[in-house]
């Protein structure tokens, strides 16, 4: 059995949640997924992504909503 990283980029934490860049970055930025920063590199822990995915199952993995961006269009 492979062992689980300890951290993952951006590209390879959307490659195993299956999600699209712009959608993880909004989990990001929300809060809702821990990450933290290595020199320019953003990193999600193990930790942080088994947390993020047991959040979603209690939720039922409802999407994040959409951020205004206040410039009066919907």
């Known amino acids: 059995?492979?062992?689980?990283?300890?951290?993952?980029s951006i590209d390879s934490c959307c490659?195993?949640?299956?999600?699209g860049?712009?959608?993880?970055k909004k989990f990001i930025d929300s809060g809702e997924?821990?990450?933290?920063k290595t020199g320019n590199r953003r990193l999600i822990s193990h930790d942080a992504l088994v947390e993020?995915?047991?959040k979603m199952?209690?939720?039922?993995?409802?999407?994040v909503?959409?951020?205004r961006t206040g410039d009066g269009e919907s």
Do not use: N
Request: aromatic share 12%.
């Open 33 to 36: 997924l821990r990450s933290f």
């Open 15 to 19: 490659e195993v949640l299956d999600l």
């Open 57 to 63: 199952e209690e939720r039922g993995y409802t999407p």
């Open 65 to 67: 909503p959409e951020k």
């Open 52 to 54: 993020f995915l047991h």
């Open 1 to 8: 059995m492979p062992q689980a990283k300890l951290s993952y």
């Open 21 to 24: 860049k712009s959608t993880l």
